[in-house]
């Protein structure tokens, strides 16, 4: 978010002030500290680019990618990918240089799109670690969900919308109501980046109930994990006092028998999957097989099974911690800091350390590919085929279990 004008504690004092501050930085730093920072955005801009197309690509080549809760990690792909390539590389020569160069028309789009991606980011998070919340915690509603509400491009078309209104009718209207604008000719930030009450209302709904609610389903996760784990051994693998029942579950693949699960998302619909018929020959005939070895096969069966999902949920479980680590590091500092120089118009916090926490909240959009794919499976595997084609090849070629 946003953008928001580097000398921006020079309001009204005119282009002499606002050419006397570059990235927070007076102009009198070597023209070397200049090229290392131009270097440093850059590079940022590019691994932000780069990660988020190697996300984009491996979905669109790998059809077992495309499934409810990988298109989320698609929707936060494409934000992400947007910031690098749109976002960072006009805010690079204004941060360089105090000035804004491309007209106000072009500042106008530059901001909407700045505050659309990086809210749009923050939401898919939500979205992602609310997907995980249900597919760990209740995951026999999560598989039956039917209808339009579970419809992932529903859910994907709304977090654009919300991230929308939040910020950009200010962005474009705010100077109209107010009849005058505040921002300089030659600067390039909203117009209400002096106002608190704003500000504090726009920060709260986009950070602080994101980052509530992250943590609310991280917790439940961890204690929904601990509870299996404490009861698994008595309640989970109770073997069946029916012998008719015994026989309906006897369809489920032994163990050794059953392939992996696609990715750890999938451990919602490994115990579903396992009640359809897989191979007729794993049940023997009535007439062939006594009750109690019936019972013991199912034992046997059901606890592996569920012992897989447990641990498939425990990656998620971490998976999801990490992610509420890093989101709070990116954007807590950036937005206490938006909310305090609010307050105090600018004089209590110096320029240096706001864009530090500004390019802190567009770090988080590099990180993302590597936070989220790369905690699973099959996105990993999918990265192999793309960079490393021939040691994938080997890989498959090895009957390394892959999938």
Same mark, same amino acid.
């Given at each position: ?20 501050? &570059?990235?927070? +930085? ?51 792909? =494409? ?12 805010? =690079? ?6 000035? @804004? ?6 500042? #106008? ?33 999560? *598989? $039956?969900?039917?209808?339009?509400? &579970? ?11 919300? $991230?929308?209104? +939040? ?6 209207? @705010? ?6 604008? %505040?921002?300089? $000719? ?6 209400? !980046? ?33 509870? *299996? ?16 029942? /015994?026989?309906? !579950? ?20 490994? +115990?579903?999957?396992? @009640?359809?018929?897989? %191979? ?19 034992? %046997?069966? !059901? ?10 949920? #425990? #990656? ?15 954007? $807590?500092?950036?937005?206490? +800091?938006?909310?305090? *120089? ?6 209590? %916090? ?11 909240? @567009? ?38 279990? /892959?999938?």
């Amino acid at each position: 978010i946003h953008i928001q004008g580097v000398s921006i504690s020079f309001l009204g004092s005119g282009t002499a002030a606002a050419d006397a501050v &570059s990235l927070g +930085l007076p102009l009198r730093f070597s023209l070397g500290v200049l090229v290392l920072l131009a270097f440093l955005m850059v590079l940022l801009a590019l691994v932000t680019i780069l990660g988020n197309i190697l996300v984009i690509l491996a979905f669109i080549m790998d059809r077992n990618l495309r499934h409810r809760s990988n298109y989320f990690f698609l929707n936060l792909a =494409i934000s992400d990918f947007a910031v690098g390539a749109f976002c960072m590389p006009l805010y =690079i020569p204004y941060a360089l240089t105090g000035t @804004w160069h491309l007209g106000r028309g072009l500042c #106008k789009i530059w901001l909407v799109m700045d505050y659309l991606l990086c809210t749009a980011s923050v939401f898919n998070i939500v979205l992602i670690s609310y997907d995980r919340f249900l597919s760990v915690t209740k995951a026999v509603s999560y *598989r $039956a969900q039917q209808g339009i509400t &579970s419809n992932p491009v529903v859910k994907m078309v709304a977090i654009w919308v919300f $991230a929308l209104l +939040l910020y950009c009718p200010a962005i474009l209207f @705010w100077e109209h109501v107010a009849g005058h604008s %505040v921002v300089a $000719a030659d600067q390039c930030y909203a117009e209400f !980046f002096d106002n608190w009450y704003f500000l504090l209302c726009a920060s709260t709904l986009e950070f602080f109930v994101p980052l509530l609610s992250v943590a609310y389903f991280n917790v439940h996760i961890f204690h929904d994990i601990q509870r *299996r784990q404490r009861h698994g051994s008595t309640q989970d693998c109770e073997p069946p006092r029916s012998s008719s029942l /015994s026989w309906r !579950f006897c369809f489920l693949p032994r163990p050794g028998e059953s392939s992996p699960p696609t990715e750890a998302e999938d451990s919602v619909s490994s +115990l579903t999957r396992s @009640w359809r018929p897989a %191979v007729m020959g794993n049940c023997p005939s009535p007439t062939q097989t006594s009750p109690t070895a019936l019972k013991k096969d199912f034992s %046997v069966s !059901f606890c592996s099974r569920t012992g897989s999902k447990l641990q498939r949920d #425990k #990656k998620i479980a971490k998976s999801l911690a990490i992610i509420v680590c890093a989101f709070a590091i990116c954007w $807590a500092p950036y937005t206490l +800091l938006m909310i305090i *120089r609010g307050a105090c118009q600018g004089t209590c %916090v110096h320029n240096s350390l706001y864009e530090i926490t500004f390019w802190l909240l @567009w770090l988080n959009s590099s990180l993302n590919p590597f936070l989220y794919p790369l905690c699973h499976m099959r996105f990993r595997m999918a990265f192999m085929k793309i960079l490393c084609p021939k040691k994938f090849a080997t890989l498959r070629s090895g009957n390394t279990p /892959s999938f």
